[in-house]
């Protein structure tokens, strides 16, 4: 069936390091794939979106691209910052949303 | 911030009784939909709305009923709560479903705790 696999936490890391979290998925037909991320005692908000292959979706100095050919969606950063900590969630949609179960990164001054 | 309130924001209930959670948008969007967060599972969909009384079951809909008699309430009905349905629960909203990839816009949650 469809779904997200992606890399479990906490991810940490001194603040100006470079960020990598995985992110693969299955799925029949053609998803579209989305980074979202939950700040502390809130819901989660849309970070970015690549609606096909090769697209590359990015904010907030985020980025991630859209690789139909190894399935997946990796989230980089080039220079996490304190204020980034939080947790992370990989999703994709064909009829549904469908989420990975969350990577929570910790970034320390 | 989309316009979505969930309440109550904390509930503490016993086993056994009924527990209704709502969900409240301004925004006129058609499809509304209750997930469940734990640990280790990240988002998982309980039920959803395609519009005013069309409802249907997502991945863990068990032991959860849900209403919609207006566009802007959705309401999530535990009719026995259990310890397992111990969560915390969000609501979110979309202006469509599906490949056409809109996205989905969170409330803020509500943390519920079966004693």
């Known amino acids: 069936g469809d779904s997200v696999t992606q890399m479990e936490g906490p991810v940490t890391l001194s603040e100006e390091a470079f960020l990598t979290i995985n992110c693969t998925y299955t799925?029949?037909?053609?998803?579209?794939l989305f980074w979202y991320v939950q700040y502390p005692g809130e819901g989660l908000q849309l970070l970015l979106k690549?609606?096909?292959?090769?697209d590359k979706g990015s904010n907030k100095g985020f980025e991630a691209t859209y690789r139909k050919e190894t399935t997946s969606f990796h989230l980089e950063k080039g220079s996490v910052q304190v204020s980034d900590s939080a947790v992370y969630f990989c999703?994709?949609?064909?009829?549904?949303?469908?989420f990975g179960t969350g990577t929570r990164l910790q970034v320390f001054p | 911030d989309a316009g979505i309130t969930q309440s109550p924001r904390h509930k503490v209930t016993e086993t056994g009784t009924p527990v209704t959670l709502r969900c409240h948008q301004t925004?006129?969007?058609?499809?509304m939909y209750w997930y469940r967060q734990d640990p280790g599972h990240g988002l998982r969909l309980i039920h959803y709305?395609?519009?005013?009384?069309?409802?249907d079951k997502g991945e863990v809909s068990d032991g959860y009923s849900v209403s919609r008699s207006k566009t802007e309430d959705f309401l999530l009905t535990l009719e026995s709560a259990t310890s397992s349905q111990t969560s915390v629960y969000f609501c979110?909203?979309?202006?469509?479903?599906?490949?056409?990839?809109?996205?989905?816009?969170f409330g803020n949650g509500t943390r519920l705790t079966v004693t």
């Open positions: 690549a609606t096909k292959a090769d």
């Open positions: 709305s395609y519009g005013v009384k069309d409802t």
């Open positions: 799925a029949t037909g053609y998803p579209s």
């Open positions: 925004e006129n969007h058609r499809y």
């Open positions: 979110a909203i979309s202006e469509s479903i599906g490949s056409d990839n809109s996205p989905l816009h």
């Open positions: 999703a994709h949609t064909t009829d549904k949303l469908i």
